[in-house]
């Protein structure tokens, strides 16, 4: 055991051992695991960097600098992410939220909907779309579905420590397991990576459940289900709205203009790519 660690000793070594293990910021990975360690903001680190951590604290934050090393994503070390300005709680069972999805959140909230609106995000994952829109609009109905159990008992856990019990989750497998019902728009942010797709095998995604990410050859399947399904749950005129990757909106404005899908738009996310891409179905 290492005597009288302080804040800038043990940010300067992990920095360091952090360096060589491929992560493109080591010192803001550094000074994150520090963050959660000490459950403090990285201003502190800024303003005191002298002050000393016990030998607790310093062994414990090696202990997740390691993992770190090995590269598991910051989200699943600490537990912790946030979306929209949410705090979440994050596990291997989920995908981690992401900065891009926050456009789907923004496009639906500038959606003409009534302010009861019914509405569905399909694969919720942490519940961060769900909860997100939950938390701008009081009065709409909001439910969050996924095909696993540890993701819905998570995205119940967060909607818990948000106060936002208005936003409930249920399981199902896509469409197969909700109650009949209309919504008045279905959000998704569903697996459209390609089969094989090099990205894969970087990063944060290697830890990742492959079924959030991963959707056939052509990364797709998903949101073909999605369009070809999404009709029978849709009020007339009602929305649906789907994230997908920045090379996949044309082939998804395709999709749902054969599905029957009309008023097509995608919308760019904020790095200028086409990130969401939604319409209306006309009812019948
Ligand atoms: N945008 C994610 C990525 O490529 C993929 C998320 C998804 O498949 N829904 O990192």
Redesign the pocket.
Known sequence: MREGDTIESLLADATESLEGSGTATPRLDAELLLCHQLDCTRTRFMTWPEQKVSPEDSEAYRALVVKRCEGLPIAYITGESEFWSLPLATSPDT?IP?Q?TETLVEQALLLPLPDDARVLDLGTGTGAVALALGSERYGWDVTGSDASPAAIALARRNGEALGLPGVTFVESDWFSDLEPGRWDLIVS?????AEGDE?LEQGD?RFEPHS????GAD?LDAIRLIAREAPAHINPWGWLLL?H?YEQAEAVVDLLGEAGFRDLFSRRDLTGRFRVTGGRWPGG
């Open positions: 995908l992401r891009d942010n569903p697996p459209y990576v990205h995604l959030a990410l991963v959707a990364g994230e990757g």
